[in-house]
């Protein structure tokens, strides 16, 4: 299967040329950008042979059927709906989009189209997340209690443009980590958080755009979620914690891109190490987008799930500018 790349972003570089390059008989054969001048040597150091500033043109290219977009985020909607027009199935970066009605049309076209949508939310891929997911399934842990998320980390300087400085372009901690920790949560609980309070704020890095934010949200079932995002933490350190009415998971440094991580248990009977697969997040994601493709399961996260961990970052901005509780709006799922 080819595949039409959309932006010549640091994340196609660093993962997901490889992971879809990965899976037997997969390979990229145009990047879509639109920096004329960047990207011929993008294009030639990443060995794509294709590459044009037009989209259009990229996809009237019978021979690929998957487009994967990781351009900024106020690009997402237009691209994927061309994608989507063209019969392409398409891999969107989170945030699907700017607003959750442009995030709906998008799944929603797809759907009428016939067409595979997923958003590449990569944590519910890691084999952590869904060893932790298991264990609260099986009751290890009894009834869930409540979630901390710790995902204050130190934004690279290569990556402090506009995600720091361009609110027009999507840019902002909520945007870019909250989207991921509503997933984790939605992933590992297995329901929709009813509505938030947050505060936020520009701690060194933000301009224009908040770098740090701290939200707690009302699960349906009673359980609380503590979640922080910060652009200017070098050393906290990322993890999570699920307690339980039997139990406690302890899992320190899973809020990665890598495979790495520890997970322990803490019960009655004691402490425990767990251990995990340790396969590659992105190649996972796309295995999952390409066996749906297949008429095998469903991708890791669908549209659907893209709305939904942008439904809760609206929410959580929305709290943290009124200093009020906000039910989240979900846009009927
Ligand atoms: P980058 O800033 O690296 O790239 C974003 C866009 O900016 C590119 O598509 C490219 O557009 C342009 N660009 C990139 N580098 C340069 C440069 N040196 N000079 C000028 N323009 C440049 O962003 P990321 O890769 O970090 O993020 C892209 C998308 O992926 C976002 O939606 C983000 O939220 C998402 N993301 C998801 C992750 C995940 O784990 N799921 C992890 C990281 C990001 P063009 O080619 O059109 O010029």
């Not at 290219?61 to 351009?71: E, G, K, R, T």
């Not at 019960?267 to 996972?284: N, V």
């Amino acid at each position: 299967m080819r595949w039409v790349f959309v932006g010549a972003s640091t994340i196609a570089a660093q993962y997901m040329i490889g992971a879809v390059r990965s899976q037997a008989g997969h390979d990229v054969s145009w990047i879509v950008s639109g920096s004329e001048g960047r990207v011929g040597e993008w294009a030639k150091s990443h060995e794509i042979p294709n590459v044009t500033t037009d989209l259009a043109k990229a996809l009237t290219d019978n021979d690929a059927s998957a487009v994967y977009i990781s351009s900024t985020n106020e690009k997402h909607h237009a691209q994927a709906m061309a994608a989507i027009e063209a019969g392409k199935h398409v891999l969107c970066e989170k945030p699907l989009a700017m607003s959750l009605s442009d995030a709906i049309e998008m799944t929603g076209a797809a759907r009428n189209a016939g067409v595979v949508f997923a958003t590449n939310h990569h944590l519910r891929c890691s084999g952590s997340h869904r060893k932790i997911r298991e264990l609260i399934a099986q009751g290890r842990i009894g009834q869930v209690l409540s979630l901390r998320i710790f995902h204050a980390v130190h934004l690279p300087q290569h990556l402090q443009g506009w995600r720091i400085n361009d609110a027009s372009a999507g840019g902002g901690v909520i945007p870019d980590i909250t989207v991921h920790d509503a997933d984790v949560a939605r992933f590992l609980l297995g329901e929709d958080p009813v509505d938030v309070v947050a505060q936020m704020t520009a701690s060194g890095m933000g301009d224009g755009v908040e770098d740090s934010a701290m939200s707690v949200w009302m699960m349906p079932s009673g359980a609380m979620v503590m979640s922080h995002e910060s652009f200017t933490h070098p050393f906290a350190g990322s993890g999570l914690e699920v307690h339980g009415s039997e139990g406690s998971i302890f899992a320190r440094g899973v809020m990665t891109q890598e495979p790495v991580g520890e997970i322990e248990i803490v019960t009655a009977e004691g402490r425990e190490h767990i251990s995990y697969s340790s396969h590659s997040l992105y190649e996972q994601g796309v295995a999952d987008f390409v066996g749906a493709i297949a008429g095998q399961g469903r991708p890791a996260a669908d549209g659907i799930d893209g709305i939904k961990s942008l439904a809760v970052a609206h929410a959580v901005r929305e709290a943290a500018q009124s200093g009020t509780r906000v039910t989240i709006d979900y846009g009927g799922f």
